[in-house]
């Protein structure tokens, strides 16, 4: 049985923190999982920027509530719904999913949570799992699923990989060229066991 496994920014709605670096004129904050592999690092990142100034959740929520879900979006997953179930696996939090999900009709998304202080400050945020994605598309194929996922940024590439199929959506030529050497080396080791390759990693 097949589910299929999206990401959701980038996907099927703007990027969050692209929005909101846009909306608080704060154009660092357009760094995304598309730029820094390391998503502890760049949430600790940005939350320091917050911080600095002076900003918390209802700030971005505000953002996300003027947020429309990309061109085409809905109509996607609700004709892919119709003949398919579909989980949408995202690094993001329930505090930003949900305005979005709404738009979207409701899908059902696996996210993450946020710490907030009474103040509104964002302290700290919480993640289900360790390498959430690819744990979430493991744990599914370990109770009888095929997984077929999609999605755009570095932390897609684990679950896209595990998958029986998966396509990069929209990424940059970056990560593009990480797929490639990731399936090069694969192949290696595959036909070449002996082969000797220099260690690879993400960064
Ligand atoms: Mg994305």
Redesign the pocket.
């Known amino acids: 049985m097949k589910l299929i496994c999206l990401?959701?920014?980038?996907?099927l709605v703007p990027?969050i923190w692209v929005a909101f670096a846009e909306a608080s004129k704060i154009p660092e904050l357009k760094k995304t999982?598309?730029d820094e592999p390391d998503y502890d690092k760049l949430m600790r990142w940005r939350l320091s920027v917050l911080k600095e100034h002076g900003l918390g959740l209802k700030e971005i929520q505000e953002t996300i509530a003027s947020i429309d879900p990309l061109p085409g979006a809905k109509e996607f997953l609700d004709e892919l719904r119709s003949f398919a179930q579909v989980i949408i696996i995202s690094d993001t939090f329930t505090e930003f999913a949900q305005p979005l999900m709404k738009k979207l009709g409701w899908p059902t998304i696996f996210c993450n949570s946020l710490v907030v202080a009474e103040d509104g400050e964002i302290t700290d945020y919480k993640m289900r799992v360790e390498n959430s994605k690819l744990t979430t598309v493991r744990a599914l194929q370990s109770i009888g699923f095929e997984t077929v996922a999609s999605?755009?940024?570095y932390n897609?590439l684990g679950m896209i990989l595990a998958g029986k199929s998966g396509f990069l959506f929209r990424t940059t030529e970056q990560i593009k060229i990480i797929r490639y050497r990731i399936t090069v080396v694969t192949m290696t080791f595959f036909f070449f066991p002996t082969f000797n390759f220099p260690p690879y990693s993400f960064s």
Do not use: F, H, K, M
């Open positions: 990401d959701l920014e980038g996907v990027e999982t598309r999605g755009d940024s897609d």
